[in-house]
Nanobody, 122 residues
Framework: QVQLVESGGGSVQAGGSLRLSCAAS????????MGWFRQAHGKGREGVAA???????SYADSVKGRFTISQDNAKNTLYLQMNSLKPEDTAMYYC????????????????WGQGTQVTVSS
């Protein structure tokens, strides 16, 4: 079955960087749409970025120019490089996957990881 395991979260000061990883298993990684989402305490889930099997990416306006989504098909791993972090980036970050070819950060995703916490202090 599809399994997604996030890692790399932590606490960082504003302006700092973190790289999140998502180890995927149980499906053909390179053929799926992959995405990162986040949910801050007391708020709804927000799409952050997505990447399709061809490497095409999309980003929410709030992270464009600061975050980069990428994937290593040989390692079945998805990444999110987060630079110039702001306190408003504080949230639980989730990795998601879906076999659909309709791939963007606002699309439906059927498979989810458990999340990794990112906390940015001012």
């Amino acid at each position: 079955q599809v399994q997604l395991v996030e890692s790399g979260g932590g606490s960082v000061q504003a302006g700092g960087s973190l790289r999140l990883s998502c180890a995927a298993s149980g499906y053909s990684f390179s053929s799926y749409c992959m995405g990162w989402f986040r949910q801050a305490h007391g708020k709804g889930r927000e799409g952050v970025a997505a990447i399709d099997g061809h490497g095409s990416t999309s980003y929410a306006d709030s992270v464009k120019g600061r975050f980069t989504i990428s994937q290593d098909n040989a390692k079945n791993t998805l990444y999110l490089q987060m630079n110039s972090l702001k306190p408003e980036d504080t949230a639980m970050y989730y990795c998601a996957a879906d076999p659909s070819s309709y791939c963007w950060y606002g699309a439906y995703f059927g498979y989810w990881g458990q999340g990794t916490q990112v906390t940015v202090s001012s």
